[in-house]
């Protein structure tokens, strides 16, 4: 790298190695004594030298690390922004209080070093930093502690399970998302430390959730039969002293009611990346011959049990679920030219869940009713007292397609 540099020959007395600091602020200008000797800036991108009258104003320009020599005073100093020279300040304050951790700069970094023996450590200096703090975590640690690390970070992150990190010198972060979402990503974890670097090779891990479905046909048979069921005929007996004998008329009050059952379509598992869609098909097909202009061909038709899901996750455990269940069935009724008709059942649903729950999605009924009278000619007709001459009946029969759903996060850490 080309270096520039900057010569200023003035009568001033010599200066010290003690009379540099040992960081610049961006923005805050930094007056020298006077020397007699020369001044050399490594990049004076960074830093800046103007003479005012009998004095040296250093100003820095940006963030970095820049080296300055002067006389037989050579040093690299920081140049850290207004906000990373406070965090250097607080940690600096308090690391008499922590066991093996040190504050120190390093190529323009604000650095915790050393080895983190108790995680209440950490905790103490990450209380002492401001609201925007810049630095890095660049200690070792020991299994216990690193787990501790793991779960704290976990925890402020709203995450279920602990986040893949790499510990090498620092606890390291890839990132596979977008600029913005890399930007958004450092801010969250600026206050442990964590380096967060976007690696465009590496491969995108997404939240995978399992979805559980059970498609239920409900059959709600009934039969009701209520009233008053006369005799189909009536006896009578002559007797030798013609007398006429009639046996008791009987009848039959009804009251009856009976009900069906359901049986389970299908109960397909399906595991989906988020964003991606699954599909699970369960049927058949038929053919439907298709003839155009000196061309002809086949197409074929699906029946049976679709179901499409799109999940949507994010690793604090939140689901935004896109499911699409239909059902069909050929239906003979409505043939044209030997090719049957469908009767189709669709639902169509979209919900957001923060925790694994059953959702269950009915509505979808196809009903027939019947119905029968019976009772006495002429007399069933006959106003308010003609029920009691005659009973009805009704056949209903309706069944119901219910949608069960469960959506959850695999969770990489059970098996």
């Known amino acids: 790298m080309k270096h520039f540099f900057l010569l200023l ?29 020369r001044l050399w800036i490594g990049d004076p991108k960074l830093l800046r030298a103007r003479v005012e009258g009998q004095r040296i104003a250093l100003k820095p320009l940006k963030k970095g690390s820049v080296e300055v020599r002067w006389g037989k005073v050579s040093r690299r100093l920081a140049i850290l922004t207004p906000s990373a020279a406070r965090t250097f300040q607080n940690l600096r304050r308090g690391q008499r209080l922590w066991v093996g951790l040190k504050a120190e700069l390093r190529e323009g970094q604000v650095i915790l070093s050393g080895r983190l023996h108790r995680i209440e450590d950490l905790d ?83 939240p995978v959730v ?5 498609v239920a046909e409900i059959r709600r048979d009934a039969f009701r039969k209520y009233g008053i069921t006369w005799p189909a005929t009536a006896e009578a007996k002559l007797l030798p002293d013609g007398s006429l004998t009639r046996p008791d008329l009987a009848f039959n009050a009804h009251a009856l009611e009976k009900s069906g059952n359901g049986r389970l379509l299908a109960r397909p598992t399906l595991l989906c990346r988020s964003g991606k869609e699954a599909e699970f098909i369960a049927g058949g097909e038929f053919p439907v011959k298709v003839i155009g202009y000196r061309t002809q061909g086949i197409l074929w038709k699906h029946y049976g049990i679709t179901v499409r899901v799109k999940p949507k996750a994010d690793r604090s455990g939140r689901m935004s679920i ?11 009724a409505v043939a044209v030219d030997g090719v049957p008709g469908l009767l189709t059942n669709r639902v169509a649903s979209h ?32 106003p308010v007292i003609g029920a009691l001459f005659s009973s009805r009946d009704w056949q209903e029969n309706r069944t119901e397609l219910v949608i069960f759903v469960r959506p959850e996060i695999v969770s990489e850490e059970k098996p």
């Open 351 to 382: 919900f957001d869940l923060t925790r694994p729950r059953v959702i269950a999605l009915s509505g979808l009924i196809k009903q027939q009713d019947g119905r029968q009278s019976q009772g006495l000619p002429g007399l069933t007709s006959l």
């Open 9 to 37: 020959t003035l009568s001033w007395s010599l200066v010290s190695r003690a009379d540099l600091p040992d960081y610049f602020t961006v923005g805050e200008e930094v007056p020298l004594p006077a020397t007699s000797s």
């Open 210 to 214: 399992r979805v559980d479905v059970a």
């Open 124 to 206: 103490e200096a990450m209380s002492r930093l401001p609201e925007d703090p810049e630095w890095e975590l660049r200690a070792a640690m020991s299994p216990a502690v690193r787990e501790a690390f793991l779960r704290r970070l976990a925890r402020h992150l709203g995450l279920e399970t602990k986040p893949a990190l790499q510990f090498a010198e620092a606890p390291l972060w890839l990132s596979t998302g977008s600029p913005d979402e890399t930007k958004e990503l450092r801010r969250s974890l600026q206050r442990f430390g964590v380096r967060v670097v976007r690696d465009e090779a590496a491969v995108a891990t997404e």
């Open 322 to 332: 896109a499911l699409t269940v239909e059902v069909s069935s050929l239906d003979n």
